[in-house]
């Protein structure tokens, strides 16, 4: 699946490659295909969080997890709340993101995949103690 190897691409800062191969999962993806149309609009929304374009960043991840949201695919669920939780963080929504990794940890428990839920743990609790440190 394109998008899943346009979240690899991403994370090796290649943003024109993995936005060309979020468009290939979008042109590829039926139209009741609940992951596909999730998963490329997730990938796709770190491109312009990246480029400040928080706009359409905030936009294509709310999209991602709204489609999702009605799913019972949890993992499926988790991991686009986590990544919809590292757009905020890059166009700067702390407090959005401590609610999205809150729901993550929520979702993971819900799942019982103890793992998921220590990992978005860690980041939500990453998240608090900076938003305590630039709290007056």
Not at 107 to 121: D, H, L, T, Y
């Amino acid at each position: 699946m394109e998008a899943i190897l346009a979240e690899a691409v991403f994370q090796q800062g290649r943003d024109d490659e993995a936005d060309l191969l979020t468009r290939e999962s979008e042109r590829s993806a039926g139209a009741e295909d609940v992951y596909s149309q999730a998963a490329w609009r997730s990938a796709r929304a770190k491109v312009p969080a990246r480029r400040r374009d928080r706009r359409t960043a905030m936009r294509l991840a709310a999209e991602a997890t709204d489609i999702a949201a009605a799913s019972d695919f949890l993992h499926l669920r988790w991991h686009l709340l986590m990544s919809r939780a590292e757009v905020l963080w890059m166009v700067g929504e702390s407090d959005e993101r401590a609610f999205t990794l809150a729901e993550a940890v929520r979702v993971a428990e819900q799942k019982g995949n103890v793992v998921a839920a220590a990992q978005a743990s860690r980041l939500l609790a990453s998240a608090q103690t900076v938003q305590l440190k630039r709290s007056p």
